[in-house]
């Protein structure tokens, strides 16, 4: 089987961008990895848009349900509800929430529900990042 060029850089550019993903998750703090869960739902979410207004349903799907599984056994899977108490509590039930938007956003085409799921990422990340500002200042 014979590949272009082209296949073979971006196959050897897909490699890299891997195995630099693989490295930083293994030379991760706990908190950095939240941080690239993060990075992840929001980049998905950021493809579920365009896939949506695209009208490319099959995608749009995909990016769904990758930001789901990011935010359901990432984020929500991290949480530790016994030391974190009623605040693990709360992200949980906010986890539960996005879940619950990006199924609708999905299923109905709903980009409102989209924002609203991008939004609350949003927040969530950037409380996320200053903790870590303010651990490391």
Excluded: C
């Excluded at 739902?41 to 695209?54: D, G, N, V």
């Excluded at 009208?55 to 530790?80: H, P």
């Excluded at 509800?81 to 009623?86: D, P, Q, V, Y």
């Amino acid at each position: 089987m014979t590949y272009s060029r082209g296949a073979a850089y971006g196959r050897g550019a897909s490699a890299y961008a891997r195995v630099g993903v693989e490295s930083g998750v293994l030379s991760a703090d706990p908190h950095q990895l939240i941080v690239l869960l993060f990075d992840g739902a929001q980049a998905s979410l950021r493809a579920a848009r365009i896939h949506m207004q695209a009208g490319n349903v099959a995608e749009k799907g995909k990016a769904i349900s990758k930001t789901i599984d990011i935010v359901n056994s990432g984020l929500a899977a991290a949480l530790d509800r016994e030391k974190g108490g009623e605040i693990a509590e709360r992200l949980a039930s906010l986890y539960d929430y996005i879940g619950r938007l990006l199924l609708t956003a999905n299923l109905r085409n709903d980009e409102e529900s989209l924002n609203q799921a991008e939004s609350l990422l949003e927040d969530l990340a950037s409380a996320w990042r200053e903790i870590g500002q303010s651990q490391s200042a």
